[in-house]
């Protein structure tokens, strides 16, 4: 994650981790209202922050889908002037993007 924010900034996303079929389709789980998406928080000061890496809750040999969110958020401090958020996979992976408005 980047700002140009002088100081200190941070935001929270969300991961859900889908398992794929052998053909790259989403596997149907069945989900209750018990069923929580990995909640993180990453910190950036003076523009910069450690790279977070993430791994899937359990092992699937055809690999998942993560549906990265944002969720509408205040700004941390008063100067905030954003952040960036860059997305890298892993080799062989795919990265399409879906925005939606919250």
Do not use: C
């Not at 981790?17 to 209750?32: A, C, Q, S």
């Not at 000061?45 to 450690?50: N, P, V």
Request: charged residues 25%.
């Amino acid at each position: 994650m980047q700002s140009v924010t002088l100081g200190t900034d941070d935001i929270d996303y969300e991961l859900d981790w889908l398992p794929l079929d052998k053909d790259g389709n989403v596997v149907p789980v069945w989900r209750n209202n018990d069923h929580k998406v990995e909640k993180n928080e990453i910190g950036v000061f003076m523009g910069q922050s450690k790279p977070s890496k993430h791994q899937p809750p359990f092992d699937n040999p055809n690999g998942f889908m993560v549906k990265l969110r944002i969720p509408p958020q205040r700004a941390r401090n008063e100067n905030s002037l954003g952040v960036h958020l860059d997305v890298f996979t892993s080799k062989g992976g795919e990265l399409k993007s879906n925005p939606t408005n919250e």
